[in-house]
């Protein structure tokens, strides 16, 4: 069984909610960065970890790539055209979503006071809908590649739900539904109901 280290509220929302999808038995232990149980298996702190037996994953996108392929399942083969488009993807989404809104973040709440710099908030609002258009110009359907949902699916819809818990635009009707979609899988579901245990 699979044990994940993270809080809900995390990137290690991602990790559940693939384990849901790929129907993996895994047990969610629910602390935050630093927490000491998280430093006996990741000596940075960091969240979210997967263990798996003698082996200890770190990083979001990792350790969806590695379940994925484990499983071969959310993913396209490693060396084919298609698995070059999804890790495109999978790529432009770490550094024109997730970048934006973890920058954002830290210069809302996370950082000092004094080391925070409202301006980049806002900086990161207008291009992180610069780039959410362009996502959706890019939009095949039903899902980013076309017919098959992959974990760069998985890392849209788990930004997208960032973005707007965080007011931040996403002017693409396209890339709306379809984030209306992701949150209406009954893996979502599942993932979503950990926080009422």
Sequence with gaps: ???????????????LWLLEELEQEYEFVDVG????????VNPSGKIPVLVDGDTVLTDSCAIMTYLADKHGAFTHPAGTPERAQQDSILLALVDEFDA?????????????????????????KWEFDRNFQRMGERFRGPFLQGDKMTIADILCGHCMSWAKGFDFPMNSETLRAYGKELRNRPAFQRMGALAEN
């Excluded at 069984?1 to 990790?15: C, D, E, P």
């Excluded at 973040?105 to 990161?124: A, C």
């Design 1 to 15: 069984m699979y044990k994940v280290f993270g809080r809900l509220q995390s990137r290690a929302s991602r990790v």
């Design 33 to 40: 960065p630093h927490d000491p149980q998280v430093l006996e």
């Design 100 to 124: 934006l809104l973890w920058t954002a973040t830290r210069h809302m709440f996370i950082l000092p006071e004094d080391k925070r710099v409202p301006q980049i908030v806002e900086t990161s």
